[in-house]
């Protein structure tokens, strides 16, 4: 069985095939950084532009090192959403015009089930049941998985999504776009005892998560000690900790709460050599293991498309002619 994933939800273009004895047989993926960099963020017309101009040649490109035709291909996934409706609809025009002239199904993918699959990719993938910490620019979710395609949400943020707080702290502290990495790069010089930042909500029961008032805690700290560049590095610093306390406080509480001792990290910010770090430490204490995608499906790829729309493929699941995608 062999499957074709199209990533097109944002400003990245991935594409992927993906066989179901081979595994993943070859991904390809284009950033848009250098596109919105000058904007300071995403600018949703040029990604949807880009997306249109790329995702003939990536597909080109993966079919060739795949050695197979489009003929080949057994189903098209897609990312139908959630994302920018421009962006999602390049991806699912073509998923659809490719479904229609080859007579094969053609497969809605959720962004965010995806990225919690994404390390099912990997040598060796958890088992079911487990906890999922989706966190990313948009979201930010702690997920009880009992089996594919049964989620219960424990836990998600009730203002900005982690990545987004690291975004918007990052254009405080003056920092180039993508902002994410740049904070973590500047935390690195920063002295961690000079700024203390609030742990949000890790005093209240639950596991929901709160990121914006860290963000205006570093407006603040900004605005009272000014903008040297050991100061930048102190604010970055202490806004990470306290992010980064914040996420595994919560997973080790969802984790003694529902008896779970494995833990998938996933989206964007699982790419955070501290996050990790700290996420290992607390697996240690807690006896459990934590499982990611490798570094490179971290971010949006088309990898993880196409393994989510190989499992839906699988359960019979396909989508109608008609257009829809869910910003």
């Not at 273009?13 to 179901?20: K, L, Q």
């Not at 989620?151 to 702290?169: M, P, Q, R, S």
């Amino acid at each position: 069985m062999i499957i074709l994933g199209i990533e097109t939800s944002c400003d990245e273009t991935g594409v992927a095939i993906y066989d179901s004895t081979k595994n993943l047989m070859t991904h390809r993926l284009h950033s848009q950084i250098a596109l919105h960099a000058k904007f300071g963020g995403v600018v949703p017309e040029l990604a949807s532009r880009d997306h249109v101009r790329k995702i003939l040649p990536l597909i080109q490109e993966v079919l060739i090192a795949a050695g197979i035709e489009l003929q080949n291909l057994d189903a098209i996934a897609y990312t139908a959403g959630p994302g920018l409706v421009g962006a999602l609809l390049v991806g699912a025009a073509l998923a659809h015009s490719l479904s229609f002239a080859l007579k094969i199904p053609a497969v809605a993918v959720n962004h965010m089930e995806a990225h919690l699959l994404a390390p099912l990719l990997e040598p060796n993938p958890p088992d079911f049941p487990f906890l999922a910490l989706l966190v990313s620019g948009g979201h930010t979710q702690l997920i009880e998985v009992t089996a594919f395609g049964k989620y219960n949400i424990l836990g998600e943020t009730v203002d900005d999504a982690c990545g987004e707080a690291f975004d918007k702290v990052a254009k405080i502290l003056q920092l180039p776009y993508p902002g994410g990495p740049a904070l973590e790069q500047l935390a690195k010089k920063g002295k961690s005892d000079r700024f203390h930042f609030p742990r949000p909500m890790v005093n209240r029961k639950g596991l929901d998560f709160s990121f914006s008032g860290l963000k205006t805690f570093a407006l603040n700290c900004f605005n009272e000690f000014g903008g040297d560049e050991q100061t930048r590095a102190d604010i970055a610093c202490a806004f990470q900790d306290a992010a980064v306390d914040t996420l595994v406080i919560k997973c080790r509480r969802a984790i003694q709460q529902t008896g779970l001792l494995r833990l998938v990290v996933a989206g964007g910010v699982s790419a955070n050599e501290m996050l990790r770090q700290k996420l290992e430490h607390m697996a240690k204490t807690e006896k459990s293991q934590v499982y990611y995608p490798r570094l490179e499906f971290c971010t949006d790829n088309g990898a993880m498309v196409a393994y989510a729309g190989w499992k839906h493929f699988m359960l019979g699941e396909k989508t109608d002619m008609e257009i829809k995608v869910y910003p």
